[in-house]
């Protein structure tokens, strides 16, 4: 079963320090997620990535993305405008899952993605607050207990703040003897 490990980190510092070791600890790009408020006003911002969001569901497209940092090591990196929250930058799984579908739901924004990535309710809001006031929040996917186990070490280690893990929610594979 695919577990995630969320917590949550304090500056741009510490989530690079975070993605290096996750990175020598053996994951991959597509097994980080960061989610945090868009300063693109920064000059820290250089590389322009676009978005695939389906439109309405966000309002957004490109930003540039912290030129030679680690954090450009991510994968799908790009801004999204979250209705009623404002703009933010997202890489990873988390990146799909606020472009798509989580987004419409009753729920919505951060809160409808977090969720739809197996969170529970009441953890997904603390860390929808937390991001707000421009905090971090990374997750990290895996598929085995080793990788959680790992993820979680190397959160600690780099002194990550409000620790969880939440089992992702299974898609079901369509059957083909059910196509028509």
Known sequence: ?????????????????????LKSVGFYPNDISMLFSDTSGSKDFA???????????????????VAGGILGWLAGIGTLAI?????????????A???GAAVGTALGGIVGALVGMGMPEFE???????????????????????????????LRE????????????AVPEEHPERKQ
């Open 158 to 169: 780099c002194n990550a703040q409000d620790i969880s893990t939440a089992s992702e929610a």
């Open 83 to 95: 209705p009623g929250l404002g703009p933010f930058i997202a890489a990873g799984p988390i990146m």
């Open 1 to 21: 079963m695919k577990k995630s490990v969320f917590a949550i980190l304090n500056n741009r510092q510490q989530a690079e320090t975070v993605v290096e070791r």
């Open 47 to 65: 590389i322009e990535h676009e978005t695939k969001a389906p439109e309405g569901a966000t309002t957004g497209g490109t930003t540039g993305f």
């Open 97 to 99: 899952a606020l472009s």
């Open 124 to 154: 997904a809001r603390r860390y929808e607050s937390k991001i707000k006031e421009g905090n971090i929040l990374v997750s990290v996917h895996t598929e085995d207990s080793g990788g959680v186990d790992r993820a979680t070490a190397v």
